[in-house]
């Protein structure tokens, strides 16, 4: 069995520590129960040399959201947690990595009220691919409707990337995954699209880019990229109710996604999208996105941190 991805550092509460140096209590809080926040995050190689985090400040920003719907006094501000995200992908020194920012509850009060558990906020990263595999980014993967529904937001919230509202997301992924799909497409508890396990969703019909509205869905930092880049390429773009069989019909259907980036989707239950292959619509979004996170191109450059690399880097994740 594979072990954990591992790096030289972790950044953790406050200080860059050694990897094997990252541990936590077995009566941490957020392990029992699940209220703890997080963040994905991702540094590329770029095309002119150097590494980019790509949107480190949107991500940072919904973190600090997150904690506020949590109701969790975050330790550190936007600034500290900015700067040390950039000292530890300096300090690990893979050009390309995946970032997990990540705050939970320690040990102290057990129970269903925390009183006065401290919060810890600890930063990782490690090199990682294509999250859905690179023949899926090329050709599309098969996605399936789940029988598990995303949750009513008043019943979790739907606007933070809380730690133990991901608990759907597994359980969709694993049944679908079980059943010889790749990714899973969850419905609202009014039986429409909203959202895939740890993606947001997109058709293409008749050139316009639909993507469903934001009630149950996360706001996709990604999901902005996608549109803004849609709008660019002079696509009209709309954020609608989108039902089960409107995704049959489709043209194209694609996902996004930090850890996804832009994924075609060539089947949706059992069903061919179009002409049953990735879209042309979906190519042209994605070679942007691709070319923007390569630091190609300067229009998108505001998206960009730099970060200061050793000129010896132990070698960047496949995109």
Same mark, same amino acid.
């Given at each position: 069995?594979?072990?954990?991805?591992?790096?030289?550092?972790?950044?953790?509460?406050?200080?860059?520590?050694?990897?094997?140096?990252?541990?936590?209590?077995?009566?941490?809080?957020?392990?029992?129960?699940?209220?703890? &926040?997080?963040?994905?995050?991702?540094?590329?190689?770029? /095309?002119?040399?150097? @590494?980019? !985090?790509?949107?480190?400040?949107?991500?940072?920003?919904?973190?600090?959201? +997150?904690?506020?719907?949590?109701?969790?006094?975050?330790?550190?501000?936007?600034?500290?947690?900015?700067?040390?995200? %950039?000292?530890?992908?300096?300090?690990?020194?893979?050009?390309?990595?995946? &970032?997990?920012?990540?705050?939970?509850?320690?040990?102290?009060?057990?129970?269903?009220?925390?009183?006065?558990?401290?919060?810890?906020?600890?930063?990782?990263?490690? #090199?990682?691919?294509?999250?859905?595999?690179? *023949?899926?980014?090329?050709?599309? %993967?098969?996605?399936?409707?789940? +029988?598990?529904?995303?949750?009513? #937001?008043?019943?979790?919230?739907?606007?933070?990337?809380?730690?133990?509202?991901?608990?759907? @997301? %597994?359980?969709?992924?694993?049944?679908?995954?079980?059943?010889?799909?790749?990714?899973?497409?969850?419905?609202?508890?009014?039986?429409?699209?909203?959202?895939?396990?740890? *993606?947001?969703?997109? /058709?293409?019909?008749?050139?316009?880019?639909?993507?469903?509205?934001?009630?149950?869905?996360?706001?996709?930092?990604?999901?902005?990229?996608?549109?803004? &880049?849609?709008?660019?390429?002079?696509?009209?773009?709309?954020?609608?109710?989108?039902?089960?069989? *409107?995704?049959? &019909? @489709?043209?194209?259907?694609?996902? @996004?996604? /930090?850890?996804?980036?832009?994924? #075609?989707?060539? *089947?949706?239950?059992?069903?061919?999208?179009?002409?049953?292959?990735?879209?042309?619509? /979906?190519?042209? !979004?994605?070679?942007?996105?691709?070319?923007?996170?390569?630091?190609?191109?300067?229009?998108?450059?505001?998206?960009?941190?730099?970060?200061?690399?050793?000129?010896?880097?132990?070698? +960047?994740?496949?995109?």
């Amino acid at each position: 069995m594979a072990g954990p991805p591992r790096t030289d550092y972790v950044w953790m509460d406050g200080e860059l520590i050694p990897w094997e140096d990252a541990r936590v209590h077995v009566l941490t809080h957020t392990l029992h129960y699940g209220l703890g &926040i997080f963040e994905g995050t991702r540094a590329y190689e770029q /095309t002119g040399g150097g @590494s980019c !985090i790509f949107r480190l400040d949107d991500h940072l920003k919904r973190l600090m959201g +997150s904690a506020r719907i949590c109701n969790i006094e975050m330790p550190f501000d936007r600034d500290r947690l900015r700067q040390a995200t %950039i000292e530890l992908v300096a300090a690990n020194g893979h050009a390309s990595s995946y &970032i997990r920012h990540l705050g939970f509850l320690s040990a102290g009060t057990m129970g269903l009220y925390p009183r006065d558990n401290p919060v810890s906020l600890c930063i990782t990263t490690w #090199p990682w691919g294509a999250y859905l595999g690179e *023949e899926g980014l090329k050709n599309g %993967i098969r996605a399936k409707i789940s +029988s598990f529904t995303r949750p009513f #937001p008043n019943a979790v919230m739907t606007k933070g990337k809380i730690v133990g509202n991901y608990v759907n @997301s %597994i359980m969709a992924k694993r049944e679908v995954v079980h059943q010889g799909y790749d990714e899973a497409i969850l419905m609202d508890t009014n039986g429409f699209v909203t959202e895939c396990s740890g *993606e947001n969703l997109f /058709t293409v019909r008749n050139g316009v880019v639909r993507t469903p509205v934001l009630t149950s869905g996360l706001m996709g930092i990604t999901r902005d990229t996608v549109l803004k &880049i849609a709008r660019d390429l002079g696509h009209q773009t709309t954020e609608t109710i989108l039902t089960r069989d *409107e995704l049959y &019909i @489709s043209d194209e259907v694609f996902m @996004s996604g /930090t850890a996804a980036e832009v994924t #075609p989707v060539r *089947e949706v239950d059992d069903r061919p999208i179009g002409d049953g292959k990735a879209g042309p619509v /979906t190519m042209a !979004i994605q070679k942007v996105y691709f070319e923007t996170i390569r630091g190609e191109r300067p229009e998108y450059g505001d998206w960009l941190t730099p970060v200061p690399l050793e000129a010896s880097v132990h070698g +960047s994740a496949a995109l």
